[in-house]
């Protein structure tokens, strides 16, 4: 990112796009009106829960009810108008999703699924189950979400392949000394998670995707919490496959996004079956469909792609660097102020280019459950758990952690609001 050319983010005039963000909830906060009579305080709704999913523009919810009202239909298949006004939105979501990230083949590289989740688990079903086994091992990274940890755990006990773990130092980033130990001759894999979903580091992920391909192993890369808050250009970085969800960078629910280069996704086998996929059927075989329509049958999240398209259009038209910029700030901002508050443990390494927007953090003696509830007193939506890494919490040695994350609307003073709320929590317990 070239940091002369960021720009302050307009944040008023963008929260005018989000009309969710002026939700209000009666929290038992009352005031004396002129007649003496108690009313409830509306409190400010705080959104602070981005990593989970970020609130919809505007433009993009406008876009998809128009599509309802306007060209709602199937795709590929239809000669009359609707159908074909609704393919070529279809067609063109891709596009524009390949130029985002950098994806010079085009529509081909990017196939359309319902999420992160399912990218990888794509690549798991088509490529791990029939091109891994015993001896080969997969390197996975101990700060790895579930999607992908549970996903190659399950392919590697179906495959007779191993897994190992990338370890983190005790900053909570990658010990990349341990990483070339990892990555050898046997890796048929590198799965690595680009910007952690609970310790906010951002990883390497050119030199994990440049060792992978040293030792002729493909690299995954997830982007789930990347592509909402960075520039991306998945060529510079050399995946072979990356994976996001729309859902997570101010697009719609039921959209993600597989990259993956075009000679790779042409060898491979598609891993769901069924019509718009294929060339020729016969009773006896079929031949599969051109690239990206192979892997992806039946009717697919249409409204989405075209909400998808628009987010990735709003997102453009704010710049990925001004994002990640305001994102930076806000993060360094919260760590600092919750690093004044006593008894608080934060995850994940110090304020600078390699932490992303998010903060997760424990109040001592205080359950995260416990903390988001009280947040949720004051109106302030925080996530509590375990973010779905386990394994990274048990490393913690904790079973749970709350965690703050940012987006675009946020503001400083919003991180006031949470950091007033945790000193209410801290004399509630004390
Ligand atoms: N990977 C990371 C790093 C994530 O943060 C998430 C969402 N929490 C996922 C994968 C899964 O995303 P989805 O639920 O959209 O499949």
């Known amino acids: 990112m070239s940091r002369q050319n960021v720009e302050a983010l307009d944040v008023e005039g963008i929260r005018a796009d989000f009309p969710i963000l002026e939700r209000e909830f009666s929290v038992g906060s009352e005031t004396q009106r002129a007649d003496g009579e108690a009313v409830d305080d509306g409190t400010p709704l705080v959104y602070l829960d981005n990593a989970a999913t970020t609130h919809t523009p505007e433009p993009v919810v406008e876009a998809m009810s128009d599509y309802y009202r306007r060209y709602n239909s199937n795709v590929h298949r239809g000669i009359h108008h609707l159908s074909q006004e609704a393919s070529i939105a279809y067609e063109d979501a891709h596009d524009r999703v390949a130029e985002f990230v950098g994806a010079s083949g085009g529509r081909e590289e990017i196939i359309f699924t319902k999420n992160t989740t399912e990218s990888e688990n794509l690549i798991a079903y088509s490529w791990g189950l029939s091109e891994l086994g015993p001896g080969d091992e997969v390197v996975l990274t101990e700060m790895e979400h579930h999607a992908s940890l549970v996903t190659w755990q399950q392919v590697a006990q179906r495959t007779g392949a191993d897994v190992k773990y990338i370890r983190i130092d005790e900053d909570g980033r990658l010990d990349m000394d341990h990483a070339r130990e990892c990555i050898t001759d046997d890796t048929a894999l590198v799965s690595a998670v680009h910007v952690s979903n609970t310790l906010g580091t ?45 859902h997570k960078m101010a697009g719609p629910t039921g959209i993600g996004v597989l990259y993956g280069r075009k000679e790779l996704l042409e060898e491979m086998e598609p891993y769901l079956y069924g019509g718009g996929m294929v060339r020729k059927v016969t009773f006896e075989d079929t031949t599969w469909g051109e690239l990206p329509w192979k892997f992806e049958p039946g009717t697919p999240p249409i409204a989405e792609a075209v909400g998808l398209h628009a987010a990735v259009d709003y997102l453009e038209e704010i710049g990925m660097a001004n994002v990640q910029a305001h994102e930076r700030e806000l993060s360094t901002y919260a760590y600092e102020r919750l690093s004044e508050v006593g008894d608080v443990d934060i995850y994940g390494p110090e304020p600078g280019p390699d932490r ?45 952690s709350a965690r703050a994350s940012f987006y ?16 209410d929590a801290r004399e509630l317990f004390a």
Do not use: W
């Open 408 to 423: 675009i609307y946020n503001t400083r003073e919003e991180i006031d609001v949470l950091v007033d709320a945790l000193e």
């Open 356 to 400: 992303g927007g998010l903060v997760s953090f424990n109040l001592e003696g205080v359950h995260a459950h416990d903390l988001a509830s009280i947040m949720n007193d004051h109106a302030v939506a925080i996530r509590a758990g375990d973010h779905c890494t386990q394994p990274l919490h048990d490393k913690l040695g904790v079973a749970a």
């Open 202 to 246: 951002v990883n390497p992920v050119s030199e994990l995707t440049e060792l992978a391909h040293d030792h002729d192993a493909l690299s995954l890369i997830d982007g789930a919490q990347a592509v909402p808050n960075q520039p991306v250009d998945v060529e510079e970085i050399g995946a072979d496959f990356y994976a996001f969800s729309g």
